[in-house]
């Protein structure tokens, strides 16, 4: 129950397409879900988050959309470009209770946007 | 701000050595964190603190040691390295200073460790 599912584990993606992220979760009580980005040597870094209030969230040209029913969430990068290259990981936490709102994280999607 | 900083940045043991990896952070953070990361596992959450002298196991806490004595520092202790604690180790802080509070972690740039 406090598995988080991503797919795909690899995506390849030309400049200016759309990168699409996925997302699935089982436990409910789940009331935080970001997204990291983390370049090659370097931490993970926050990219965008979003809470189960709101359906979609959006940022420049990232935009994370919630399906709360589905327990399933997405990011998506419009108008991907070479410096979108990175692995994304997504996350989810629950702010009450004994996990101290600790993230669990899926297991990544590396990115490549070719030019 | 150095935000959060962790040393060494490489390190290569021999099985059976010890070590300890350092973490500091100078955002007043009162939660710290650190996670492995193994090729295509994401992140898992070895120990955490929630404050000075508070701390607790996560996912994966076995072979590893943390103490935490002042807010700033967070060093994880390993003992008896072996190969399976080949990975790359990241340290993470973040406010939390209330329930509802602030969730973003923020990340050190690691440290790429590797047991011979």
């Known amino acids: 129950q406090q598995q988080v599912k991503q797919s795909p584990q690899s995506l390849i993606v030309q400049k200016g397409g759309i990168s699409i992220i996925n997302c699935a979760y089982e436990?409910?009580?789940?009331?935080?879900f970001p997204w990291y980005q983390q370049f090659p040597g370097k931490g993970p870094a926050l990219l965008i988050a979003?809470?189960?209030?709101?359906s979609e969230k959006k940022e420049g040209r990232f935009t994370i959309s919630f399906n709360k029913s589905a327990k399933q969430f997405s990011l998506h990068i419009m108008d991907s470009q070479p410096g979108d290259s990175a692995t994304y990981f997504c996350?989810?936490?629950?702010?009450?209770?004994?996990?101290?709102?600790?993230?669990?994280f899926g297991k990544g999607t590396k990115l490549s946007v070719k030019p | 701000n150095a935000g959060v900083t962790q040393t060494p940045k490489f390190r290569i043991l021999k099985i059976g050595q010890s070590m300890t990896l350092q973490c500091t952070q100078d955002?007043?953070?009162?939660?710290m964190y650190w996670y492995r990361q193994d090729p295509g596992m994401g992140l898992k959450l070895i120990y955490y603190?929630?404050?000075?002298?508070?701390?607790d196991k996560g996912e994966v806490p076995n072979g590893y040691n943390v103490s935490r004595s002042t807010t700033e520092d967070f060093p994880l202790r390993l003992e008896l390295a072996a190969p399976s604690q080949t990975s790359v180790y990241f340290c993470?802080?973040?406010?939390?200073?209330?329930?509802?509070?602030?969730?973003?972690?923020?990340f050190g740039p690691g440290t790429r460790l590797t047991v011979l």
């Open positions: 993470a802080s973040t406010p939390r200073a209330t329930k509802v509070g602030t969730d973003t972690q923020y």
């Open positions: 436990n409910t009580a789940f009331d935080y």
């Open positions: 979003i809470r189960p209030d709101v």
């Open positions: 996350a989810a936490s629950q702010s009450y209770g004994g996990s101290q709102g600790n993230l669990i």
């Open positions: 955002m007043n953070h009162n939660y």
């Open positions: 603190s929630v404050g000075a002298g508070i701390t």
